[in-house]
Nanobody
Framework: QVQLVESGGGLVQSGGSLRLSCAAS????????IGWFRQAPGKEREAVSC????????YYADSVKGRFTVSADNAKNTVYLQINSLKPEDTAIYYC???????????????????WGQGTQVTVSS
């Protein structure tokens, strides 16, 4: 059974940091690209990052470049999203998701991802 479980969210002050984790099971991380999306209240779900081990590539949305870093530990079948210099506008539920391809190519769209975690809440206070 394919499963993605996020953790690491919380309430932090502006300028703070968090590391989100996405534990994958039921499939081999090497075989798929993994994306991170976020959804703020009243807004559409947006892609923030994608990582693929097959070609050692990572992609970021312009709004998070330089602040977010995605990484993968294939031995642990876990993907991480390090978030630094947090801003109030980063407040959202963060989801990790499995892409239908083994490579990112680009951040992509929701329909290109087939399995989703339950999400972890990140709240940034000003």
């Amino acid at each position: 059974q394919v499963q993605l479980v996020e953790s690491g969210g919380g309430l932090v002050q502006s300028g703070g940091s968090l590391r989100l984790s996405c534990a994958a099971s039921g499939f081999i991380l090497d075989d798929y690209a993994i994306g991170w999306f976020r959804q703020a209240p009243g807004k559409e779900r947006e892609a923030v990052s994608c990582i693929s081990s097959s070609d050692d590539s990572a992609y970021y949305a312009d709004s998070v470049k330089g602040r977010f870093t995605v990484s993968a530990d294939n031995a642990k079948n876990t993907v991480y999203l390090q978030i630094n210099s947090l801003k109030p506008e980063d407040t959202a539920i963060y989801y990790c998701t499995r892409k239908i391809y083994d490579r990112c190519y680009a951040l992509g769209y929701v329909y290109e991802y087939d399995k989703w975690g339950q999400g972890t809440q990140v709240t940034v206070s000003s």
